[in-house]
């Protein structure tokens, strides 16, 4: 049994900036990658940002380029999402994902990523 427990999210404003934390544990699985996704109200889960595991190359989807930094500790198991400049459009659950294989599957294609975290929510008021 895989668990991914988010941790982080909240209520802000808008310009304010939130860090929310993924932690791994449960069995030892071959982690490729880890993500990020949210979800708003009556809207599809999208993909938010990816980091590699081992090289730790990184992928944004484009309205949080320059504003999210997604990163990992391999020690602590842990992949963090630091959101500043928040805005109302980041209003989301948002959920972390973990996949165990990356080649030939698109890094922010959701089916791929074998386990799933509970979602933390993330509300930004204007």
């Known amino acids: 049994q895989v668990q991914l427990v988010e941790s982080g999210g909240g209520l802000v404003q808008a310009g304010d900036s939130l860090r929310l934390s993924c932690a791994a544990s449960?069995?030892?699985?071959?982690?490729?990658?880890m993500g990020w996704f949210r979800q708003a109200p009556g809207k599809e889960r999208e993909f938010v940002a990816a980091?590699?595991?081992?090289?730790?190359?990184?992928n944004y989807v484009d309205s949080v380029k320059g504003r999210f930094t997604i990163s990992r500790d391999n020690a602590q198991n842990t992949v963090y999402l630091q959101m500043n400049s928040l805005n109302p459009e980041d209003t989301a659950v948002y959920y972390c994902?973990?996949?165990?294989?990356?080649?030939?599957?698109?890094?922010?294609?959701?089916?791929?990523?074998?386990?799933w975290g509970q979602g933390t929510q993330v509300t930004v008021s204007s």
């Open positions: 994902a973990a996949r165990e294989h990356i080649i030939g599957v698109p890094i922010a294609t959701k089916s791929a990523y074998n386990y």
């Open positions: 980091i590699t595991w081992s090289r730790g190359s990184t």
């Open positions: 449960g069995r030892t699985f071959s982690r490729a990658a």
